[in-house]
């Protein structure tokens, strides 16, 4: 059974157009995480979720919008996709939020590609 | 904002030998976690370490945390081509938010 799942694998759209990306975990967690793996692959925090709350809002322009629905799903919507939004956008789940102590565990990415 | 540089950057080399990337940072770790990312996949956690002197070894990998808890170093010996990846280190630095580093992109050649 996959513990972090992520859809769709992999995203292709124009510029300007909504996607979103949806994430579940079946592990139980109480926190989950979208992250973004650029080019470099340097991987960076966007959100976190803990029991649905939001706890992390990174520096991230407000196209961006998560939603949970509840503990064991985080999705992330975009608007007016735009060219440097291309990359990979990880989900991962922790058993609570205490950051460094604790393993994350991560989806498979989605591959997101703005034309 | 706190930095956490990885070295090399990539490192190529032939199965069987050994090997050892580097993780800094100008600030104290809380506590510092290494993860492995296989082509395509997501990062997967292989240690925590937390106490300053540390070392933990999982098979062939040897993990240490620097005495002043400002770098950590992963040693691999007798590298395989399973080994190939992109290492990341990660800490928090005592807050919620967990910091990747810049990453080692590891090729093994068989």
């Known amino acids: 059974d996959t513990a972090v799942s992520q859809t769709p694998k992999y995203l292709v759209t124009q510029m300007g157009n909504d996607k979103s990306i949806k994430c579940e975990q079946n592990l139980g967690h109480d926190t989950m995480y979208w992250y973004k793996q650029d080019s470099k692959k340097f991987l960076k925090i966007m959100f976190s979720?803990?029991?649905?709350?939001?706890?992390i809002n990174e520096t991230v322009p407000n196209r961006f919008s998560p939603k949970s629905p509840d503990k064991a799903h985080l999705n992330l919507h975009i608007n007016s996709l735009e060219l440097g939004d291309s990359a990979v956008y990880f989900c991962?789940?922790?058993?609570?939020?205490?950051?460094?102590?604790?393993?994350?565990?991560f989806g498979p990415g989605t591959r997101l590609l703005v034309l | 904002t706190q930095l956490l540089e990885q070295s090399p950057q990539f490192l190529s080399i032939q199965e069987g030998e050994n090997l050892t990337v580097y993780c800094n940072s100008s600030?104290?770790?809380?506590?510092l976690q290494w993860y492995r990312q296989e082509p395509g996949e997501g990062p997967v956690l292989l240690v925590t370490v937390v106490t300053g002197g540390e070392v933990k070894k999982l098979k062939r990998l040897t993990f240490q945390f620097g005495d002043a808890r400002k770098d950590s170093s992963l040693h691999i010996t007798a590298a395989q081509t399973g080994d190939t990846g992109l290492y990341l280190c990660?800490?928090?630095?005592?807050?919620?938010?967990?910091?990747f580093g810049t990453g080692t992109r590891l090729t093994i050649i068989p």
């Open positions: 600030s104290v770790f809380s506590s």
């Open positions: 990660a800490s928090n630095f005592g807050n919620e938010k967990l910091t």
């Open positions: 991962a789940s922790s058993r609570s939020a205490r950051g460094g102590t604790e393993t994350q565990y």
């Open positions: 979720y803990n029991n649905k709350e939001l706890i």
